[in-house]
């Protein structure tokens, strides 16, 4: 989030059931000034991403204890509720959905895409492979969880 400029980056990295990359995707996300916002953009995004990979059973992590829990809220009527609303239309894409709360030390992947959308200021940016920036901190979080 830079509050300064009212823009939110939001990003997602793929792996399979093993842990393996599958794929990256960060989107800049200009007239954003809620945190909470900007976490409910990416998460209605990493599931579009889902859904255009053909991808059935998704788990989307969120280290946003605020958005996990208005997750679970279907009532909710502010704007980051309408967002919720839409994305929960495409749960029927899904065979299985999980949606976890993280801690933000085991996020640190995707909050560093997340900044570099910011940056870059560029709208979706996939990659099928793991991008150079972030080549050597994946080795060590893979390394780490094995």
């Known amino acids: ?14 792996r ?11 989107r800049h996300y200009p ?20 859904m255009e990979q053909g991808w059935t059973n998704v788990q989307v992590e969120t280290d946003c204890q605020v958005f996990a829990n208005e997750w679970k809220n279907t009532r909710d009527l502010s704007d980051v509720g309408l967002i919720i609303r839409e994305t929960k239309v495409y749960l029927s894409s899904f065979q299985g959905f999980e949606l976890y709360h993280i801690s933000r030390d085991a996020n640190g992947l995707a909050c560093k895409l997340a900044r570099h959308a910011l940056l ?16 050597d901190e994946m080795h060590y979080v893979r390394w780490r969880n094995e």
């Open 1 to 14: 989030m830079d509050m300064s400029r009212g823009e939110a980056g939001g990003s997602m990295i793929a």
């Open 16 to 26: 399979d059931d093993q842990g393996s990359f599958l794929a990256t995707r960060f």
């Open 31 to 50: 007239g954003t000034t809620s945190p909470l916002i900007g976490e409910a953009l990416a998460c209605r995004d990493a599931m579009v991403f889902a």
């Open 120 to 135: 870059l200021g560029m709208g979706d940016v996939t990659f099928s492979y793991i991008p150079e920036f972030l080549s």
